[in-house]
Structures are given as structure tokens and as C-alpha cells.
């Protein structure tokens, strides 16, 4: 049933019809209660998305995850929670309206990346936010560790661009892929982790280039230190390594910016969502950085 329109307040009037009255849809629901706030314009979120729009965001059991997961769905867009255990999936899920779905998926097997893919169906945006890290020398390397890291962070995104990008061909779409300010620079210690980034940058560009004709876009977001749960481990892991206080670690990771703070999970997802927008209709092979200005004081 059509929602009913109702008037704009005159300051944000324009041509496009609004929704009379309480809308009944999510897609009108966002744009009812942005008028009703006076955040049309300054809202993140606004007017991105088209009506009906499909979105798989695949690690929504992350913190980065679940936050694409949330932006998603508030931007109007019916998603996809994605991750290794369903009941991971579906946590990202909690207190959204909609008819929003969770799976499994193992990104490690090329089959259930297909299996996924079959299950949606009719996707318009993916993104990739599965990852794994690992810390070490390169002389000291965990080879156990480097086949996990690899095989999440970079055959995961083959298995999950491959299957999406087939069933896109016909119609277009986008795929957003989370790659990391450790995939533009090295850094002492982190081997394993900078190269499953550096590669996937490179992924993202290859297929860019392979798919622009079909009107499938590809792009990667290099965050910085992000405020998470994965954060929080890695500088423990860091302090366990060198024997320096953990807290000291995390500060310097928090301050490690000109802008000294650090990156929110939502701010990332907000970018993840422009990319995915008909507002980067322009956009493909794009390396994205959000880093607070880190690379700019290295």
C-alpha cells in the first residue's frame, strides 16, 4: 500500500513527493523521521539508497560489521548478516526493523561463498568486512597463523567476489571490500596481516578493471586504528610480545593520528555505505583511506 504524502516543512520544500501522514514503509519511515528531526542534509545515511535495495555485508558478527550492518539497514536497504556462525549473523540484527536475514558462511570454501550467493539471490551491494589478524616477525612467522590470515582476509574475498560478481552481471551492482592502512604501509610485526591487505588492494583493482563494463563497481576502504574488539587484541598481543603495558599500547594507537583519536565503527560504515550509493555511481578501482590522519603523521 502507498504511504500517504505529507508536506515538507518549507525550509527543506522541493519537488519530490514525501510521505503524507506516518509513512508505512522503512524507505519512507527514514526519510519521515529525518524531516520530523531537521536532519535532512546532515544525516549520513540520507537519501543514499534506492527503494528494494539488497545488501550482504559478510563479518556481520564484527564490530565494523555489524555497524554496515546497522547503516545498511537504517539507509532503507534489506541486509544480509553474514558470518562463520549464524548466531554471530544475527546479533548484528538486534533491534533493526525489516525483513533483514542472517546466514553462515564459511569464506574459506569456495563452495559455501557459492552456496551463500545462490541463497540471496538478487544482491545490489556487498561488503566484505570478514578479517583475521596476526602480529610476529617475519624470521619467527606462525605458518598456521599465515594460512588462517591468508585465507580469510584474501581467498575469502576471491570466493565472495567471484560468486556475487557472477549473479551481478546482468543488472550491476557494488562491491566494497575492507582492506586497512596496514595494505598501503608496512609495518614491523605485522607481516602476515600487511600482506593479506597489500593483496587484496590489488584484488580490488584487477577486478574493478574486469567488471567495469557490467556496471559492477569495486572498491576498498583502508581504515586506520578503528575502535574494536580486534584492536584491543592485537595491542594485548603486542604487550605479551614486547612486555610493555598494554594500556600504554593502546593510547599510542589511540593517539597515533593527527587527528589523535581513533576511528568508529560506524564512521567506516558510513563510508562503506556512500561507496555502495548510486553517489558513487562514478567510482570503481578506489582505494578509500579513514584514518584519523595516521598516515599523514607517520
Given at each position: 500500500?502507498?504511504?500517504?504524502?505529507?508536506?515538507?516543512?518549507?525550509?527543506?520544500?522541493?519537488?519530490?513527493?514525501?510521505?503524507?501522514?506516518?509513512?508505512?514503509?522503512?524507505?519512507?519511515?527514514?526519510?519521515?523521521?529525518?524531516?520530523?528531526?531537521?536532519?535532512?542534509?546532515?544525516?549520513?545515511?540520507?537519501?543514499?539508497?534506492?527503494?528494494?535495495?539488497?545488501?550482504?555485508?559478510?563479518?556481520?558478527?564484527?564490530?565494523?560489521?555489524?555497524?554496515?550492518?546497522?547503516?545498511?539497514?537504517?539507509?532503507?536497504?534489506?541486509?544480509?548478516?553474514?558470518?562463520?556462525?549464524?548466531?554471530?549473523?544475527?546479533?548484528?540484527?538486534?533491534?533493526?526493523?525489516?525483513?533483514?536475514?542472517?546466514?553462515?558462511?564459511?569464506v574459506t570454501d569456495p563452495a559455501s561463498a557459492?552456496?551463500?550467493?545462490?541463497?540471496?539471490?538478487?544482491a545490489d551491494s556487498v561488503v566484505y568486512a570478514?578479517?583475521?589478524?596476526?602480529?610476529?616477525?617475519?624470521?619467527?612467522?606462525?605458518?598456521?597463523?599465515?594460512?588462517?590470515?591468508?585465507?580469510?582476509?584474501?581467498?575469502?574475498?576471491?570466493?565472495?567476489?567471484?560468486?556475487?560478481?557472477?549473479?551481478?552481471?546482468?543488472?550491476?551492482?557494488?562491491?566494497?571490500?575492507?582492506?586497512?592502512?596496514?595494505?598501503?604501509?608496512?609495518?614491523?610485526?605485522?607481516?602476515?596481516?600487511?600482506?593479506?591487505?597489500?593483496?587484496?588492494?590489488?584484488?580490488?583493482?584487477?577486478?574493478?578493471?574486469?567488471?567495469?563494463?557490467?556496471?559492477?563497481?569495486?572498491?576498498?576502504?583502508?581504515?586506520?586504528?578503528?575502535?574494536?574488539?580486534?584492536?584491543?587484541?592485537?595491542?594485548?598481543?603486542?604487550?605479551?610480545?614486547?612486555?610493555?603495558?598494554?594500556?600504554?599500547?593502546?593510547?599510542?594507537?589511540?593517539?597515533?593520528?593527527?587527528?589523535?583519536?581513533?576511528?568508529?565503527?560506524?564512521?567506516?560504515?558510513?563510508?562503506?555505505?556512500?561507496?555502495?550509493?548510486?553517489?558513487?555511481?562514478?567510482?570503481?578501482?578506489?582505494?578509500?583511506?579513514?584514518?584519523?590522519?595516521?598516515?599523514?603523521?607517520?
Amino acid at each position: 500500500m502507498p504511504c500517504p504524502t505529507f508536506r515538507s516543512p518549507p525550509r527543506f520544500r522541493s519537488r519530490r513527493r514525501w510521505c503524507r501522514g506516518r509513512p508505512r514503509s522503512r524507505a519512507c519511515c527514514a526519510k519521515w523521521r529525518r524531516h520530523r528531526d531537521g536532519e535532512v542534509g546532515m544525516n549520513t545515511t540520507s537519501n543514499i539508497l534506492p527503494e528494494g535495495h539488497v545488501a550482504v555485508v559478510i563479518g556481520g558478527g564484527g564490530a565494523i560489521g555489524a555497524a554496515c550492518v546497522r547503516a545498511f539497514a537504517e539507509a532503507g536497504a534489506t541486509v544480509w548478516s553474514v558470518d562463520l556462525h549464524e548466531q554471530a549473523a544475527a546479533g548484528a540484527l538486534t533491534g533493526l526493523l525489516g525483513a533483514h536475514r542472517a546466514a553462515a558462511c564459511d569464506v574459506t570454501d569456495p563452495a559455501s561463498a557459492e552456496a551463500l550467493a545462490g541463497l540471496v539471490g538478487k544482491a545490489d551491494s556487498v561488503v566484505y568486512a570478514a578479517g583475521l589478524n596476526a602480529d610476529g616477525n617475519v624470521v619467527d612467522i606462525d605458518w598456521s597463523a599465515y594460512r588462517k590470515v591468508m585465507a580469510v582476509n584474501l581467498d575469502g574475498a576471491f570466493h565472495i567476489g567471484a560468486a556475487f560478481a557472477r549473479r551481478m552481471s546482468a543488472r550491476g551492482g557494488a562491491l566494497v571490500f575492507l582492506s586497512s592502512t596496514a595494505g598501503l604501509r608496512g609495518e614491523a610485526g605485522a607481516s602476515i596481516y600487511c600482506a593479506s591487505k597489500f593483496g587484496l588492494i590489488g584484488f580490488v583493482e584487477s577486478m574493478a578493471a574486469e567488471l567495469a563494463g557490467e556496471r559492477i563497481r569495486v572498491n576498498a576502504v583502508c581504515p586506520g586504528n578503528v575502535d574494536s574488539p580486534m584492536l584491543r587484541e592485537v595491542a594485548h598481543r603486542i604487550a605479551e610480545r614486547t612486555g610493555a603495558d598494554a594500556g600504554e599500547i593502546w593510547r599510542g594507537m589511540a593517539h597515533s593520528g593527527a587527528a589523535r583519536r581513533l576511528v568508529t565503527p560506524a564512521e567506516v560504515a558510513a563510508l562503506c555505505l556512500h561507496l555502495a550509493s548510486p553517489a558513487s555511481a562514478a567510482i570503481t578501482g578506489t582505494t578509500v583511506r579513514i584514518d584519523a590522519g595516521a598516515m599523514l603523521s607517520a
